[in-house]
C-alpha cells in the first residue's frame, strides 16, 4: 500500500490537471479577424459577415457552437449548432449572412463562441458600418439650347463619394420625345471619390425630360440614382447664321434682278445653302433660285436672283435655306426693298409690252411732226 502522503499528491495532480486543461484552452482562442462583404452597408442592404478564430494554447479547445446576433445589423443565416475541436494554432473561419435594419453609423452584433464541457463562451463585437450615401450624377457637357431634330451631345459624370467601391455601374437614358445613342453606358467598378464619364448624342422631337438613371451595386445590392435633364427648345448660339449683304436691286425685262452677297456669321458650318426669293415675288428664269452649296463659318458667296412682281409691292424677302450636320432644315429671311426701282417694262401674256407701245407711239408722233413741219415750209 503507497503511503498516504504519496495518494494526495497524485490526486492534486489529476485536480491541477484537468482544471488546467479545462481553464486554459478557451482562454487561448482569439478572433484575429472579421470583415464584412460590402465593406460598407446602406440601409437594407444585404451581405456577408466572417469572423476568424484562432487557437493560440498548446493544447486543442472543444467548441460546441457559435452564433451572432445584434440590433441594426441582424443575422439572417442560423447559427453553428455543433463546430467540434479546433487543433492548437489552427484557426476557423464562421460566415454570417446579414442584413441592415438600422440607419446610418457603426453597428456591433455580439460574435458568440460556446465551449463544451462547461469551459464557458467568448463574446466579440464585431463592427459593421453603414452609410447611405449614394453614387452622385451631374451633366458637364450640353448644348446651350436644343432644337427639334437636332443632335446634341450630353456628356454626364457619375462619381462616387462613398468609403468603398461600387461595381456594375451604369446609366441609362429613360423617358420619351428623344432618342438616344448609345441607348446606355457602362463604367464598370467606380472606386472611392472615382468618377466616370459617359457620352450621349441626343436628338430631342419635343420639349420632354431625359431621365438618366445610374444603376450601380453595392455587393449585391443594386440601387439606382436618377439625373433629370429638362430638354428646352431655344436658339443655338453656335449655329449657321446666314447673313444677307451688298444687296444691289436693277429692273430687268419683265421684273427685277438682285445680287448680293450671303455669308455665314455663326460658328457652325450651313450645309445646302439656297437663296430665292419669296412671296409676293414671284421667281422668273434665269434665277429662280440660286445654288451656293456649303458655307463654313466666315466664309463668303455671291448669289443672284431674279422675279418680278406687281407694282404696288414695295418689298420682297430673300430667303436662304440651309442644313445642319444633321440634315436639319432651316431658313433665314432678309426684306429687300423694291419701291424706288421701277421695273424695264410689264409682260402680258400674248401682248405687245406696254412700254414697248408708247416708245413706237412717241416715235411716230415724232415723224409726223417733222413731216407736217417740212411741208408747212414748202
Same mark, same amino acid.
Given at each position: ?8 499528491? +497524485? ?99 455580439? %460574435? ?34 436644343? +432644337? ?20 456594375? #455601374? ?24 472615382? +468618377?466616370?464619364? #459617359?457620352?450621349?448624342? =441626343? ?98 458667296? +455671291?448669289?443672284?436672283?431674279? %422675279? ?9 424677302? =430673300? ?45 411716230? =408722233? ?13
Amino acid at each position: 500500500m503507497k503511503p498516504l502522503y504519496l495518494v494526495i499528491i +497524485s490526486l492534486l495532480c489529476a485536480v491541477l490537471a484537468v482544471a488546467g486543461t479545462a481553464s486554459a484552452g478557451p482562454a487561448d482562442i482569439t478572433v484575429t479577424s472579421s470583415a464584412t462583404d460590402p465593406p460598407v452597408l446602406m440601409k437594407g442592404d444585404t451581405g456577408t459577415l466572417t469572423v476568424t478564430i484562432q487557437n493560440n494554447g498548446p493544447d486543442t479547445v472543444a467548441i460546441s457552437s457559435a452564433r451572432l446576433y445584434g440590433s441594426g445589423v441582424v443575422p439572417l443565416s442560423d447559427s453553428y449548432a455543433s463546430v467540434g475541436e479546433i487543433g492548437a494554432g489552427n484557426s476557423k473561419t464562421f460566415t454570417f449572412t446579414i442584413r441592415a435594419d438600422g440607419g446610418e453609423g457603426t453597428f456591433y452584433p455580439q %460574435f458568440v463562441l460556446n465551449f463544451r464541457d462547461g469551459g464557458g463562451s467568448l463574446r466579440y463585437p464585431v463592427p459593421v458600418q453603414v452609410e447611405n450615401t449614394p453614387l452622385s450624377a451631374s451633366v458637364i457637357g450640353k448644348p446651350d439650347a436644343f +432644337s427639334e431634330g437636332r443632335t446634341a451631345e450630353i456628356t454626364v459624370r457619375v462619381g462616387n463619394p462613398r468609403p468603398n467601391a461600387a461595381s456594375g #455601374v451604369q446609366v441609362i437614358p429613360q423617358g420619351t420625345g428623344f432618342s438616344a445613342t448609345p441607348t446606355g453606358g457602362f463604367i464598370g467598378a467606380l472606386a472611392p471619390d472615382g +468618377s466616370a464619364t #459617359v457620352l450621349f448624342n =441626343l436628338t430631342p422631337t419635343t420639349e420632354t425630360d431625359v431621365a438618366f438613371q445610374v444603376i450601380w451595386r453595392n455587393g449585391i445590392n443594386t440601387h439606382t440614382t436618377d439625373l433629370v435633364l429638362p430638354i428646352v427648345f431655344g436658339e443655338d448660339k453656335r449655329q449657321a447664321d446666314p447673313v444677307i449683304t451688298n444687296v444691289e436691286v436693277t429692273p430687268v425685262a419683265g421684273g427685277y434682278r438682285i445680287v448680293g452677297d450671303v455669308m455665314n456669321a455663326g460658328l457652325e458650318s450651313a450645309r445646302s445653302v439656297i437663296v430665292t426669293p419669296g412671296a409676293p415675288a414671284t421667281p422668273t428664269d434665269p434665277f429662280r433660285v440660286y445654288v451656293v452649296g456649303t458655307l463654313d463659318p466666315d466664309d463668303i458667296s +455671291s448669289f443672284e436672283v431674279t %422675279f418680278r412682281a406687281d407694282a404696288n409691292v414695295t418689298e420682297v424677302p =430673300l430667303v436662304v435655306e440651309y442644313r445642319d450636320d444633321d440634315g436639319n432644315r432651316y431658313t433665314a429671311t432678309t426684306m429687300v426693298g423694291v419701291g424706288g426701282v421701277t421695273a424695264s417694262f410689264e409682260e402680258r401674256d400674248g401682248d405687245i409690252p406696254i412700254v414697248g407701245i408708247i416708245i413706237v407711239v412717241l416715235v411716230a =408722233l415724232g415723224i409726223a411732226g417733222a413731216i407736217y413741219y417740212s411741208w408747212r415750209r414748202t
